[in-house]
Each structure stands twice: as structure tokens, then as C-alpha cells.
């Protein structure tokens, strides 16, 4: 009987294709990801000035970001949204997430109050309460600075 030799697996070779493709697939998904992360604050936006605040710590909490324009309108993933859209959006995004949800509204610092509300109300009737605003630091209140 004559056993067949196969030289080509004592040579130890490893098909790398698979792996080519996992690292190809993580690039993309890294791209897209922090491509949308940048478009939320791509939006030119005068924000608020603050002389108090603090930074959000990072954590694995889900979070949205709103741009509010001073003429009222708002966007959501830079999407323009209605504030009915932005409450079933916000419902769906606390569902698949299964945890809280937080949102962080980046409005104009010339933006009258009427445009925030609806907002504010979108949350509260979609359970959402770890609400904040994106603000500057007014730098006249820094150590060392004189007004």
C-alpha cells in the first residue's frame, strides 16, 4: 500500500486570507465610526459660554448628540428631525440599547428657549433624563487672566 505525502502541509503554510479580511472589515468599521462620531460636531455652533462645568467622564453609557441652529431647527445624526421623530428616535435608541440613554444638546448661545423645550420635553417623554449642554469655558475666568 502506498501512503501519499503531502509536502505541502509539513511545510507549516497558513492561509492568511481570512485574517487579511478581519483586519480589512475592523478598518472599515473604525472609519465609519469615527467618522460619525466627528459629524455631530462638525456643525458650526456659537456655544454657550460657562464659568463653571465640568468635563463627562468617558464611560460605556449610549449617548446622542443634538445640534440645535438658532433658527430652531435640529439635527440628530445629521439628520433634521421634528420633535415627534427625535422622541421615537430617542425611544428606539433606549430599546436596543437596553440602558439609559444620555443626550448632549449642542445649541447656539443665541438660541431662544422655545426652540429648547421641545427638546427637553422629547426626553422627558422618552424616559431620557441624563440630559446636558454642550458649553465653552469662558477663558476671563481663568487663573491668571485679568479681565
Known amino acids: 500500500m502506498r501512503v501519499r505525502s503531502n509536502s505541502r502541509r509539513e511545510t507549516g503554510e497558513v492561509n492568511l486570507t481570512p485574517m487579511i479580511d478581519v483586519v480589512f472589515l475592523l478598518i472599515i468599521f473604525f472609519m465609519l465610526s469615527s467618522h460619525f462620531a466627528r459629524q455631530d460636531s462638525q456643525v458650526h ?5 460657562a464659568d463653571t462645568g465640568h468635563d463627562q467622564p468617558l464611560d460605556d453609557t449610549p449617548r ?3 445640534n440645535l441652529l438658532r433658527d430652531g431647527r435640529f439635527f440628530l445624526s445629521g439628520e433634521e ?9 430617542l425611544i428606539k435608541n433606549t430599546n436596543a440599547n437596553k440602558q439609559d440613554l444620555q443626550v448632549r444638546i449642542r445649541a447656539d ?8 423645550e421641545p427638546l427637553l420635553l422629547a426626553c422627558a417623554e422618552a424616559g431620557v ?3 446636558s449642554f454642550a458649553v465653552v469655558q469662558d477663558n476671563s475666568m481663568l487663573p491668571g487672566r485679568r479681565n
Open 81 to 89: 428631525l421634528k420633535a415627534e421623530q427625535l422622541k421615537l428616535r
Open 64 to 66: 446622542v448628540v443634538i
Open 45 to 49: 455652533l456659537a456655544l454657550p459660554q
Open 109 to 116: 448661545r443665541l438660541v431662544p428657549y422655545r426652540h429648547v
Open 129 to 131: 433624563w441624563d440630559v
